[in-house]
């Protein structure tokens, strides 16, 4: 019993810092993922406010907005061991001036990781528990309030050659057959990210946003989606394509 | 590999380092804001609502009824949630078929009753609101209910001079954010809970019921309670009871987008029916006479009629009407329409 108070008194001096700078090597570390909005498989320029013309189905097409949920993120050690971030929910925002959108994933065991999973949408427990915090909060405006659910996928523009001139997807739903809910894992081609806890690494990943419209759907087809449904499965199915492998900055 | 005493001993000590981390952060501590047991009668089953993460405190209550009865939760200041749900209404709208929200805007829907909501599995006359949480969103922002920006209230109530401070008193934190809000208004809804009507009483053995309610109590388990069963009166099913046939409300289709479900509407409670005029989704059905009358020789042949409703209608005697009206004026819960708990 001897040992305990001196424990006791080590715990309460070091528990209420802000880091543990214990001069040992660091056990955990941060890295970014770095969004990069491209166009078609050439993976052209994107923005929003640009007239675009799909390589597919030659419609032209200007977003307005494009955000969406990624969730759940894991990274995956060569051994096959799988670390996951906790309450990790994020709303990739493509900005105004800007295509590319950065997420900081912080306190990740260090470590050689050689794959990153993760998912577009919301899992259907925090679909169905009531009110939410962070990126989960109804007033981020990615939630119905008429029939319970968070919208995964806001992609909204204007288009010629669209029923009424304008597109407006509204992704979402969680349950049966209206599971929208999609997750894809990302190899990342040998190159391992080395999580050192001093550098900050980058997992560059490149997000096709023509693939709305892959598989023979043309705006056309579809241009808008308000509620879950066959239509909002579609394009799950189609977005989640769009995210490919770039490359490592270590 | 650690032994079992001094692994306990360890979880003890972060228990304690949390705590004496958090020590200025206090307010949320018991003899400040004391925990309140949820009103759970005893011949109720079990709520749908488990308060794990919410639980009731007094200071949580009174500050969701507050928010309740403040119009600042809408865009122009002028609509609160208590301007569609008046308390001697049993928490439903004053006699209107459809509620006026900012702007002179009207709603669609007969605004219900409020009552027992921990119980329910579900919310709106269609069922599309999952959690009791996040029902206020919906007439929040609906913009012809409240038609607030979530993000502009939330800033509207961080700027203002007392709720900051009566957030912090109830959850520990000055900070507003939705979930906060959100609970609270669900702390002050799950207060709102009806139990103690004659049927009540009667259930609970401890009052008798007349010749008339009684017949009408057997007529109701006979002819109603297939679908507006057990004690709070409804099983919570989505049916079309053919009495507003004409109705262009796809109902229940709104949400599941199959068509077998047009019209289909929420079975809604009864308790506080008396009060509750004008019935139905449409609140087309002026009194609650006509109610039964409706059911008795007006229930359509429409595609979907539920199975459990006669086509036509179950054609009532004169007697065996008002004897139905006695049992469902036994639902009325007085004290319930009175309690100065729900009061402002």
């Known amino acids: 019993m001897a040992f305990i108070l001196p424990l006791t008194l080590i715990f309460l001096t070091s528990a209420c810092k802000d880091d543990d700078d214990n001069g040992s090597q660091p056990t955990h570390g941060d890295l970014s993922i770095e969004l990069d909005h491209g166009w078609g498989p050439s993976h052209a320029a994107f923005s929003l406010n640009q007239e675009l013309t799909h390589p597919a189905t030659q419609e032209k097409i200007t977003f307005t907005k494009l955000r969406y949920y990624v969730s759940n993120i894991e990274l995956t050690k060569a051994d096959g061991e799988v670390w996951k971030e906790e309450e990790s929910y994020r709303i990739a925002t493509v900005g105004q001036s800007t295509s590319g959108v950065s997420m900081e994933i912080k306190d990740i065991p260090v470590g050689e990781y050689e794959a990153i999973t993760f998912t577009i949408g919301v899992d259907a427990p925090r679909n169905t528990s009531g009110a939410q915090t962070g990126a989960l909060s109804p007033s981020e405006g990615m939630f119905w309030s008429w029939t319970t659910g968070y919208i995964f996928i806001m992609a909204e523009g204007m288009s010629p050659d669209a029923p009424n001139g304008q597109f407006m997807y509204h992704v979402g739903g969680f349950e049966g057959s209206e599971n929208a809910i999609r997750t894809t894992t990302l190899n990342f081609a040998g190159t391992n990210v080395n999580v050192n806890g001093t550098g900050k690494p980058k997992v560059k990943v490149k997000v096709n946003t023509a693939r709305f419209w892959h598989g023979g759907i043309s705006l056309n087809d579809i241009n808008a989606i308000h509620m879950p449904g066959a239509n909002a499965v579609v394009m799950a199915d189609n977005f989640i394509g769009a995210f490919s492998f770039d490359g490592i900055e270590n | ?344």
């Not at chain 2, 809408?74 to 928490?91: I, L, R, Y």
């Not at chain 2, 609906?142 to 993000?151: A, F, P, Q, R």
């Open chain 2, 1 to 344: 590999m650690w032994k079992p005493f001094t692994r306990t001993l360890f979880w003890s000590l972060g228990i304690f380092l949390v705590i004496n981390c958090n020590r200025d952060d206090d307010a949320n501590s018991e003899d400040l804001n004391p925990a309140v047991n949820p009103t759970i009668p005893s011949h109720f089953p079990s709520p749908v609502y488990g308060f794990e993460n919410n639980p009731l405190t007094k200071k949580g209550i009174a500050l969701g009824k507050k928010l309740f009865y403040d119009p600042i939760l809408s865009a122009d200041g002028t609509v609160s949630c208590h301007s569609c749900h008046d308390q001697a209404f049993a928490f439903a709208d004053r006699g209107v078929a459809f509620s006026t929200g900012i702007n002179g805007k009207k709603g669609n829907r007969n605004t219900p009753g409020l009552a027992n909501l921990i119980w329910y599995p579900a919310f709106n006359w269609d069922g599309g609101i999952n959690h009791i949480e996040i029902q206020p969103v919906a007439p929040l922002t609906d913009s012809n209910e409240m038609g607030h920006n979530l993000k502009s209230l939330l800033k509207t109530l961080q700027n203002h001079p007392e709720y900051p401070g009566l957030f912090k008193a109830a959850f520990g934190s000055d900070s507003i954010y939705d979930q906060k809000l959100l609970f609270a208004l669900t702390q002050f809804m799950a207060t709102m809970v009806s139990h103690q009507s004659l049927y009540d009483r009667y259930l609970r053995g401890e009052s008798s019921f007349t010749d008339k309610q009684l017949r009408g109590k057997n007529l109701f388990d006979n002819h109603c309670a297939t679908c507006h069963s057990g004690v709070l009166q409804t099983d919570f099913s989505y049916r079309q009871n053919g009495l507003r046939a004409n109705s262009e409300d796809l109902g229940r289709m709104t949400i599941t987008n199959v068509f077998s479900d047009k019209g289909k509407f929420r079975v809604p409670s009864l308790r506080n029916v008396e009060k509750t005029a004008p019935y139905m989704h449409d609140g087309e059905i002026a009194q609650l006479t006509d109610v039964i009358e409706a059911y008795s020789t007006g229930i359509q042949a429409v595609f979907n009629l539920d199975p459990a409703l006669p086509s036509g209608g179950f054609r009532f005697s004169a007697t065996e009407k008002e004897d139905l009206l006695e049992f469902l004026r036994a639902l009325t819960d007085t004290n319930f329409l009175e309690n100065e708990a729900f009061q402002p």
